[in-house]
């Protein structure tokens, strides 16, 4: 149990680490980059491009939030 | 050699070099203060285990999963492992978050191992597991840096000359200085390889989630690899502006503290 324990906080030191907002920012950027692929007829390179905009776009928010509730 | 490749290897060497200089820290720690013997012999079976998961891991996942939901979950993973190093040299640079300082943590590692408690016989448990947890624990974040870069770019034996590259230059190194490596500039090596990891999982993650549509095949970027150019050039520049407005609004710089990852 005790190994099991350590495991799980191993991967999710790993994944989540030191701001879970990170992880959050990027699920929810490639599921908008999931809806726009099966709902629309937009062209690969389109979804593309706007699937990597909206990670930039998620991580960018994510670190302003992080930024404004740590300051100092 | 592509742009895909030369990524590849830069960053997988790049990035063992930083784990490694972590570990080394830790390993010369154990070794100038409790002895080279049980300290060494914590290494190796690390470095054992290190090859055990790297073999069954990357047979597993290319075994049992389709291309693109490669692409997709390793991407993901990439991703996210990529931005956090990124947040944190973001948050370093503008003196937000200490920086990560070797000799400290060299210092703070003497001490923990000259106050355990010493052993009569030639077998050490101490310093052979404090090496051993050390190299194990840096070492899987290489582990996935590898296998995650030579399973999506299919080209896991240049991954893995790139890391054994790093070990034995780290490994040269260390013998030839005998102290913490704290010369390495290893938070500006660390941005770099979070430019490089958060570029490559964006492009890999964005490719992959044409698993969700009929026939499930890659989503295509325009131009192809050098896609990965341009992202690597959005995210250093929203990084540069981070810093920058951050900077300007820094109560003060924070001292250099051992600070871990």
Not at chain 1, 66 to 72: E, M
Not at chain 2, 5 to 19: D, I, K, N, R
Not at chain 2, 25 to 50: D, E, H, K, P, Q
């Amino acid at each position: 149990m005790k190994y099991l324990k350590s495991f799980g906080s191993f991967w999710y030191d790993f994944i989540i680490g030191d701001d879970w907002k990170i992880a959050v920012a990027v699920v929810l950027a490639l599921s908008f980059t999931v809806v726009l692929l099966t709902t629309t007829s937009l062209d690969d390179h389109v979804v593309a491009v706007l699937g990597g905009a909206a990670v930039v776009i998620a991580f960018a928010i994510s670190l302003a939030i992080d930024v404004r509730g740590n300051r100092q | 050699m592509s742009a895909e490749l030369w990524g590849l290897v830069l960053a997988t060497f790049v990035a063992c070099v930083v784990e490694m200089v972590e570990a080394t820290t830790i390993v010369m720690a154990m070794g100038f203060t409790r002895g080279w013997r049980s300290t060494l012999a914590g290494v190796g079976a690390a470095i054992g285990v290190l090859a055990l998961v790297t073999a069954l891991a990357g047979y597993a996942l290319t075994t049992w999963l389709p291309a693109s939901a490669l692409q997709l979950i390793i991407g993901t993973l990439l991703l996210i492992f990529g931005l956090q190093w990124l947040r944190k040299a973001i948050l370093r640079s503008s003196h937000r978050k200490a920086i990560h300082d070797e000799d400290a943590i060299y210092r703070d590692e003497v001490e923990a191992a000259r106050a355990a408690e010493s052993t009569s016989g030639q077998w050490d448990m101490f310093a052979f597991i404090v090496s051993f947890k050390g190299v194990l624990l840096e070492g899987m974040e290489v582990v996935f840096i590898v296998l995650t870069f030579g399973l999506n770019a299919h080209n896991i034996p240049a991954a893995s000359a790139a890391a054994a590259a790093a070990i034995v230059v780290v490994l040269i190194v260390a013998i030839a200085v005998r102290r913490p490596l704290s010369m390495i500039n290893e938070n500006l090596l660390k941005y770099g390889v979070a430019l490089l990891l958060s570029s490559f999982g964006t492009f890999w993650a964005v490719e992959g989630l044409g698993i969700f549509r009929a026939g499930g095949g890659s989503i295509e970027w325009p131009g192809g690899d050098l896609a990965i150019l341009v992202l690597i050039a959005v995210w250093f520049i929203l990084s540069r502006a981070y810093v920058i407005v951050l900077r300007e609004r820094a109560p003060r710089p924070q001292p250099a503290t051992t600070v871990k990852g």
